[in-house]
């Protein structure tokens, strides 16, 4: 479990010194193990700090953050805790560095300095999982942005890791790229925790949990069927609803008795329309 | 007619083995004031046809004409096409460099020659027509500013060359949802209140629905729909075989019609439940249950 124990961040020396307010303002969440949580917000919200907190790039000011019990400001077991928890950025082409796509997802687990037989199979296998295998002698850059990402997420896979974050990491893509990370989440999500960090809310349907930060903080938490019936009042917090909870939330007020729950997709508002009699 | 496209082909590096041709034979046209879509899939040729509307790239075979004026001409009648047709090309932000919003949105009138109260009015016009605040922020660094202010402040430099055609690729790309809200609603504006032509490309299919009127599809280098947005958006086959992944509301607004209800496409949730109220609901009452 990565947990975040009242996290405070700024940037710069002291508190009183800052020229901004604090970015973190007492964050107190968890990612548990396999599991798929997505974390909403705007821009200047708070969420690209808070991921750089789970493998301690960033060090609380004041709080802690906890990995598997390891205090990310413990230095003697940072190591560990960033095998354990893999990042992934925004821009595709600032991830990949060497010159083949299986030289970049060997990087990781040569610098674990593991046997070239280990690498060999870690890399492949982690090539496989992300649909990647037969691209693995490509040069990185002749890749689509989706791919990109996809091999990043190897790279990551390649480290063995128990959780896995992406920050922001569908922002740059093409529908197409984005629906090929968002299935690759999909059938990775029995294997590790994701947190998935976005402020596209359709994303966020696919989520066995949504934290919206706002401000530095958490300002809402649930399943997404329970954090969107807070309908339009989403607004205050920079985002705007899904567009099937939209719709289905203006019906819902007109026929109470139309949904059970609230749908998240078209398949099961098309499917409660069409058994309601 | 304002911007005339006549069997437009470009390949690029011609005679190699490298070359790829990214437009082959492409002709349409844009009335003045029009809200046109150019939309397909990464690769397609879209951004290559782009900047052919306002001369950075000359057709290697077929015209274009801007407002009478072939882009083939060089000199000062191309500095026109130029001044015309502005270009926002995707993540603008990335090209800024001067060291306040006032200098970076005054670049392009100064370099036209404009100069003192008239580059002050226009700059301040610019600003405000984006939605920034002008005495705020004109002595800021763009760089101090959040993605969406940055976004507008790269929008506002070409507006400040008084262009007649904004040309914007994916223009809402990385911002969120509360910016790319706010970026459209400008645009909307520019278009009503000043008459700006407003050709838009992108493959986001809720932004096309937010803004434009009329779609051109490019695939594989070749325009394959001309037509209205409720018109494209009618056809699940067509568009998933031009790469466009529906919207959330009209892969719903499908599965509908799919079971026989006549639905037309849906452009914003509130159009789909007036919709669904009329045509899948009516007849249907609601029992007095109280929520």
């Known amino acids: ?277 | 007619m304002f911007i005339l496209v006549e069997n437009v082909s470009f390949t690029y590096l011609p005679n190699t083995p490298f070359a790829v041709q990214a437009l082959c034979n492409v002709s349409f046209a844009v009335e003045r004031g029009e809200s046109v879509a150019i939309l397909g899939r990464t690769g397609c040729g879209k951004s290559t046809l782009v900047q052919h509307l306002n001369g950075l790239l000359i057709p290697q075979e077929g015209r274009v004409v801007v407002d009478g004026v072939d882009t083939r001409v060089r000199g000062a009648a191309l500095r026109e096409v130029r001044r015309k047709v502005g270009l926002v090309f995707q993540y603008p932000e990335d090209q800024m460099f001067e060291e306040s919003v006032f200098r970076e949105v005054a670049f392009a009138p100064r370099n036209m020659g404009v100069e003192g109260e008239e580059l002050e009015n226009r700059v301040r016009w610019a600003m405000t027509v984006v939605g920034l605040d002008y005495d705020a922020l004109k002595d800021k660094s763009p760089f101090e500013l959040s993605g969406g202010q940055m976004r507008r402040v790269a929008i506002a430099s070409i507006l400040s060359m008084k262009p007649e055609v904004l040309v914007l690729d994916e223009p809402t790309a990385g911002l969120d949802p509360q910016g790319r809200t706010m970026l459209l609603g400008k645009l909307w504006e520019l278009r009503k209140q000043w008459g700006l032509t407003i050709i838009l490309v992108s493959h986001n299919v809720e932004d096309v629905a937010r803004i434009a009127e009329r779609v051109v599809v490019l695939d594989k280098g070749k325009i394959v729909f001309d037509g209205s947005v409720r018109e494209f958006f009618a056809d699940e086959e067509r568009m998933r075989q031009c790469g466009i992944i529906p919207s959330p509301l009209l892969q719903a607004a499908f599965l509908l019609r799919r079971k026989g209800f006549a639905i037309h496409p849906p452009l914003a949730p509130f159009d789909f439940y007036l919709e669904i109220k009329e045509k899948v609901l009516a007849g249907k009452r609601p029992c007095s249950v109280e929520m």
């Open chain 1, 1 to 277: 479990m990565i947990s975040f124990e009242d996290v405070h961040f700024w940037y710069g020396e002291r508190e009183s010194e800052s020229k901004v307010t604090p970015v973190l303002q007492g964050i107190s969440c968890v990612l548990r193990e396999k599991e798929f949580v997505v974390l909403l917000g705007r821009n200047g919200s708070g969420k690209s700090t808070l991921a750089k907190h789970c493998n301690g790039l960033l060090l609380p000011k004041k709080g802690a953050v906890l990995v598997d019990g390891m205090d990310t400001r413990d230095t003697s077991v940072l190591w560990e805790i960033r095998k354990r928890v893999g990042l992934v950025f925004q821009n595709p082409d600032n991830q990949l560095v060497a010159t083949t796509v299986e030289e970049d997802v060997a990087f990781g687990p040569e610098n674990l300095g593991l046997p070239p037989a280990e690498i060999r199979k870690r890399v492949d296998e982690a090539l496989e999982k992300v649909g990647m295998i037969e691209y693995k002698k490509r040069e990185p850059h002749t890749l689509s942005g989706g791919q990109k990402q996809r091999v990043a997420v190897a790279g990551v896979l390649a480290m063995r890791p128990k959780y896995l974050v992406l920050d922001e990491a569908t922002a740059m893509l093409d529908p197409e790229g984005r629906a090929e990370l968002l299935q690759l989440l999909q059938e990775l999500r029995d294997e590790v925790g994701i947190l998935h960090i976005t402020h596209n809310v359709e994303e966020a349907l696919l989520a066995d949990r949504v934290l919206v930060i706002d401000g530095g903080r958490i300002v809402a938490e649930g399943h997404p069927r329970e954090v969107f019936l807070v309908g339009r009042a989403i607004e205050q917090w920079g985002l705007e609803l899904p567009q099937i909870v939209d719709v289905a939330l203006l019906l819902w007020k007109d026929y109470p008795d139309l949904f059970k729950v609230l749908p998240l997709s078209p398949h099961e508002l098309v499917d409660a329309l069409c058994s309601y009699s």
